[in-house]
């Protein structure tokens, strides 16, 4: 049976002012299913409820236990469980919600100091993705740094890099290829003992790949991408948190993983497929198909191909369903820039 010290699982000094109840005993939690939970602790592994007191009182599921949470909890000698008795206040959480929609709330990590938004530079390159990955973020409170794997397989890095810091001034943009470990350099400078990471991106863009080196062998499961359509399979099984040999934590929780578009916005661009096949053409990865020159979504336009009603119809549909009030909160992301300043001072 493992153990860890609280240092190694990641506690930070405010999460250490709060913990002064000495019945009880301080872990962090691994898994979560049901209102079944597995803890980490000094003490060793096992498993949790929690009081009916926590789950009576909960409003929504932010007021339970979530992965990455700091509990306190009792166990006594001879039990092979033990007994959540309190959710220390969290530093960060992750979650999804409907824009404007409060109660339907999806919550996937608490404690995380930094989210690789991680994105392939090959053909599954999708900025668009990525802003909408980087606003869950900012809403968060980790700061978020983009991993872009799969240099290999790219011939135009730069461009790709610079599309992104157009999005996301301030914030590190990291280019690797998990196969031959270049670039890792850079990752490692955010990994460290104290520090709690986790990865959000579609499936195959190289996730558990990346987990696996970072770990030194086999954690996650990947599995080779299809070549008729370079898109991977969902491979990932089960997951959670866990301490890496050389220090820091990883959070890869099954709801990080799904994280998807709302449905509406999925539908859109499946409405669309056609003006987004030709957006992948133009010169601009984030051509807004206006003034740019090159553009592919214009020129079918002139050419008769693509009707200019149905152009208009879709930016109207894709307004609507864009997270407005969040593009118009960090619109001009400030944000992520201030963060990241104060961060670096205290380097
Ligand atoms: N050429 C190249 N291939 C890579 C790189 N990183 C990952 N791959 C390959 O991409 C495929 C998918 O990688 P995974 O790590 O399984 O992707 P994932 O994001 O974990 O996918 P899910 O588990 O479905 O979420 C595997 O065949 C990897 O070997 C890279 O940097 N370069
Ligand atoms: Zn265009």
Redesign the pocket.
Known sequence: MNSYSLKQLGLQTIVEEQYKQESLKIGRVATSANERYKILSPEGEFQATILGKIRFLAESARDLPCVGDWVLYQKMDGDSQAVIHQVLDRSSLLSRKAPGDKKEEQIMAANVDFVFL?N?LNNDFNIRRMERYLYLVYESGALPIFVL?????CDDVEDKIRAIQDIAPGTPVIA????SGEGYEELYSFIKEGKTVSLI??????????INRLFGKEM??????RASDHK?????THRELFVLPKGGVIIDTPGM?EIQLWGTEESVHQAFDDIEALAAQCRFIDCKHETEPHCAVKDAIHKGKLDVERLESFRKLEREVRHLELKEKYGTHRASKMQWEEFRKKL
């Open positions: 991680v392939a794997t799969k240099k290999d397989l690797v290829d998990s196969l991106g579609s499936s195959g863009v190289g996730k558990s790949t990346v996650q499961k990947t599995k080779d991408i991977g399979k969902h491979t990932t993983r």
